[in-house]
């Protein structure tokens, strides 16, 4: 295996932030000469827009560099860490604009910019599997035993660090879920539906790392992840 891959596995960042404030100054200039039912159409999609701006700035101005603080390593451009917490309820938004888009002339921007913000929420999935490889191999330090008769715990020490209740224990430290970009309702869900949900974004941040520091990054960073000791009886 190439060691050093991570150096040239690399996003074309679509530059998210500013396709935003683009597509919210098409539909607030548009929206005065819309019928009721349309303008109403057009006003939530501007709200929807304005959440999505005002959580990515939280996380970039926020959220970024207190998990960077916590890593020991800069995570790079802060457009990517934007895009690892979209979540998949986020596509509807923008496939109904593109819809609306493709059948008038009032959006500056074109269809394949308004496809790129629909599938944000894929690049945020390929993020989290990257991470979840990478910790596969980047929890081997943290869990190895040279004793050759112990091999066979080597599966349950690593699902001990990255078993998704262990991962939402860091997600909650980050506060990530809270921070997460999405139109979701809110709805009572199980706490393994939520904890999948927040180790996901956990391992989003760790695909974020291995691309920028490799398995070495990740290796130092799995002490974040060292399981609590069992309670005793």
Same mark, same amino acid.
């Given at each position: 295996?190439d060691?050093?891959?991570?150096r /040239?596995l690399t /996003?074309n960042?679509? !530059?998210i932030?500013? &396709?935003?404030a683009?597509l919210?100054?098409? #539909? +607030?200039?548009?929206t005065? $000469?819309l019928?009721?039912?349309e303008?109403g159409?057009f006003?939530?999609w501007?709200?929807?827009?304005?959440?999505?701006l005002?959580?990515a700035?939280m996380?970039? !101005?926020? +959220?970024q560099?207190?998990v960077? *603080?916590?890593?020991g390593?800069s995570?790079?451009?802060?457009e990517? =860490?934007v895009i690892?917490?979209?979540?998949p309820?986020?596509?509807?938004?923008?496939d109904?604009i $593109?819809?609306?888009? &493709?059948s008038g002339d009032?959006?500056?921007l074109?269809?394949a910019?308004l496809r790129d913000?629909?599938?944000l929420?894929e $690049?945020?999935? *390929?993020?989290?599997?990257?991470?979840?490889?990478? #910790?596969?191999?980047?929890? #081997?330090?943290?869990?190895w035993d040279?004793?050759?008769?112990?091999? !066979?715990v080597?599966?349950?020490?690593r699902k001990a660090?990255?078993?998704?209740?262990? #991962?939402a224990l860091l997600?909650?430290? /980050?506060?990530?879920?809270?921070? &997460?970009?999405?139109?979701?309702t809110?709805?009572?869900?199980?706490?393994?539906t939520i904890?999948?949900a927040k180790g996901t974004?956990?391992?989003s +941040? =760790?695909?974020?790392?291995?691309?920028r520091?490799?398995l070495k990054? +990740? *290796?130092?960073?799995?002490e974040?992840l060292r399981?609590p000791p069992p309670r005793?009886?």
């Amino acid at each position: 295996m190439d060691t050093e891959m991570h150096r /040239w596995l690399t /996003w074309n960042l679509p !530059g998210i932030e500013g &396709r935003l404030a683009t597509l919210r100054e098409d #539909l +607030v200039r548009e929206t005065p $000469a819309l019928p009721p039912g349309e303008s109403g159409k057009f006003g939530r999609w501007v709200r929807e827009i304005e959440t999505v701006l005002a959580k990515a700035a939280m996380i970039t !101005g926020t +959220v970024q560099p207190e998990v960077e *603080a916590d890593l020991g390593y800069s995570l790079g451009d802060r457009e990517q =860490f934007v895009i690892a917490m979209f979540r998949p309820s986020t596509r509807n938004l923008f496939d109904e604009i $593109a819809e609306d888009a &493709r059948s008038g002339d009032w959006c500056t921007l074109i269809d394949a910019d308004l496809r790129d913000l629909a599938h944000l929420h894929e $690049a945020a999935g *390929a993020l989290a599997w990257i991470g979840d490889a990478a #910790l596969k191999i980047g929890l #081997l330090p943290a869990i190895w035993d040279p004793d050759l008769a112990k091999a !066979g715990v080597l599966t349950q020490n690593r699902k001990a660090y990255d078993r998704n209740s262990n #991962l939402a224990l860091l997600c909650d430290r /980050w506060n990530l879920y809270e921070h &997460r970009i999405h139109f979701d309702t809110e709805i009572p869900r199980s706490t393994r539906t939520i904890n999948h949900a927040k180790g996901t974004l956990v391992e989003s +941040v =760790f695909g974020i790392l291995f691309l920028r520091e490799g398995l070495k990054g +990740v *290796a130092s960073a799995t002490e974040l992840l060292r399981p609590p000791p069992p309670r005793r009886r």
